[in-house]
């Protein structure tokens, strides 16, 4: 029987995948925010497509800062564009 892979969401698009085509950003439980490049971080999670429009709804309309309930700097919005821009 084939394993299922879990759905994960884009908090910009809404948009659903595999894990493979987001981002992840996680808020550890120090409530530091961090983007997710390990895959060994544990904490609340959010995912944020790997597309340039995504990234920038992202960061103009401050997701995270939702998502997560608490200001994220702006490094972190940083990281994320410069993630994607090593792709």
């Known amino acids: 029987m084939p394993k299922i892979e879990p759905v994960r969401t884009c908090v910009a698009c809404r948009n659903k995948g595999?894990?493979?085509n987001f981002f992840k950003?996680?808020?550890?439980?120090?409530?530091?925010?961090l983007?997710?490049?390990?895959?060994?971080?544990?904490?609340r999670g959010a995912y944020v497509c790997k597309n340039q429009e995504c990234l920038n709804l992202c960061k103009k309309k401050r997701i995270l800062n939702r998502v997560f309930k608490r200001e994220v700097p702006e490094n972190v919005y940083e990281e994320l564009l410069s993630e994607f821009n090593k792709q």
Not at 25 to 33: L, S, T
Not at 38 to 43: A, I, S
Request: glycine share 10%.
């Open 18 to 20: 595999t894990k493979e």
């Open 25 to 33: 950003v996680v808020m550890n439980k120090n409530g530091e925010v």
């Open 35 to 43: 983007v997710e490049t390990t895959k060994k971080l544990d904490g």
